[in-house]
């Protein structure tokens, strides 16, 4: 049942699965370059949970209501880019304003993301998961949790490198990374729209 090809290929679902929050990971790292270990392990967390939760989402449609789940599959990509352009978007008008207040004087304060804001994020990266359920269709209940659950471990792993990367080099760009990280995140609303 648990075969090296079924881990192998649970994996690597994983870790195409998880660049796009990746991605989004180095971006919030590059915004709060400070970030704690705990603090990380939360953002790594809700990004791991949601990739394991819409894969098993799309599993639970396709054996149940597969009717249903074709009609709202068109809307994804557009639920993607909508989510990602406002948090991006959002991001990059506070940096460009820090930048600004530096300018003039004023304190600048470093911009954590919300609780809210990385609900978005975690919706709007893994929201395309939803049509793994349909890759892994054959697969019982039992298989299709552990597949799950190796893209969970495997997002972690991954958005916890992003965070650490995006805190290097927070560090280094100082306000400048609010910017960068913004377009990052709106090319991955763009990128997840075109694909």
């Known amino acids: 049942m648990f075969s ?11 870790v195409g699965l998880a660049m796009d929050a990746f991605s989004v990971s180095l971006a919030d790292g590059l915004a709060e370059p400070n970030m704690k270990r705990s603090r990380m392990s ?3 967390g809700t990004f791991a949970f949601f990739q394991f939760f819409m894969p098993m ?4 449609c396709v054996h149940n209501l597969v009717a249903y789940f074709k009609a709202f599959e068109r809307f994804v990509p557009w639920i993607a880019l909508i989510l990602l352009l406002y948090i991006g978007g959002k991001m990059l008008i506070e940096s460009i304003l820090n930048i600004r207040r530096g300018r003039e004087g004023e304190e600048i304060a470093v911009e954590k993301v919300t609780l809210l804001a990385l609900l978005i994020q975690g919706i709007a990266t893994s929201i395309d ?7 892994i269709v054959e697969y019982n209940w039992i298989m299709a949790l552990i597949c799950g659950l190796i893209i969970a471990v495997v997002t ?3 958005c916890t490198i ?3 990367i995006g805190k290097l080099f927070g560090l280094k760009l100082a306000n400048k990374a609010g910017i960068l990280g913004g377009c ?4 991955i ?3 997840i729209f075109i694909s």
Do not use: M
Request: glycine share 14%.
């Open 4 to 14: 090296v090809q079924f881990i192998t290929s649970s994996i690597l679902l994983g």
């Open 42 to 44: 939360l953002i790594a």
């Open 57 to 60: 989402l799309g599993w639970f």
């Open 129 to 135: 998961a939803l049509s793994v359920g349909f890759a």
């Open 156 to 158: 972690f792993i991954i």
């Open 162 to 164: 992003g965070l650490h």
């Open 184 to 187: 990052i995140l709106i090319f």
């Open 189 to 191: 609303g763009i990128e």
